[in-house]
């Protein structure tokens, strides 16, 4: 997973949904300080940072991209409100993908036949990985923003 950081302001938040305490966001537009305008399609944020995230705010914006999600993981705006929260549904997703096929395969080698289905092997395997690569990349936007708790809004 990768992180960074945008200081500037949000020109336009097109909200697509919320559910489940997520927001997906069909696009966020951010003018940093300097530089071009920089979008980001299909942002996956958690609610009380998509609270944050309303055209005209400017501060200082944590984002995240892990396999094909990228969004907002915090936001510290310049009138001195800090704002986390790391969206962990995949995380989620994995654990139960994870537990199912260790059912499946307990199923299949104690009831059925006797046999460990390749398919379920992989998908553990997949699910092991996709949990630890989240897992990781959660404490990691969390000692970013953590990390830059001394953050000063330009003068």
């Known amino acids: 997973m990768t992180t960074s ?13 919320t559910k489940g305490g997520v927001s997906v966001f069909r696009s966020l537009t951010f003018q ?12 996956v944020v958690k609610d ?9 705010t400017a501060g200082r914006f944590y984002i995240y991209n892990a396999f094909d999600l990228k969004g907002v993981h915090g936001v510290r705006t310049r009138d001195g409100r800090a704002t986390y929260g790391f ?6 997703i994995f ?5 199912v096929n260790i059912a499946w395969i307990a199923l299949r080698v ?18 092991v990985a996709g ?7 959660e404490k990691d936007a969390k000692a970013q923003f953590d990390g830059d ?7």
């Open 87 to 92: 969206a962990t549904n995949n995380k989620k």
């Open 48 to 56: 009380n940072v998509a609270s944050e995230l309303v055209p005209g």
């Open 110 to 127: 104690f009831v059925i036949d006797g046999q460990v289905p390749l398919l379920a092997i992989l998908l553990m395997i997949l699910s």
């Open 131 to 137: 949990f630890t690569f989240m897992s990781k990349g």
């Open 5 to 17: 950081i945008i200081d500037g302001r949000i020109e336009a938040a097109d909200l697509k949904r």
């Open 32 to 43: 940093p300080d300097a530089g071009p305008t920089r979008t980001i399609k299909n942002a």
């Open 149 to 155: 708790a001394g953050y000063a809004p330009p003068a």
């Open 95 to 99: 654990l139960i993908v994870g537990i």
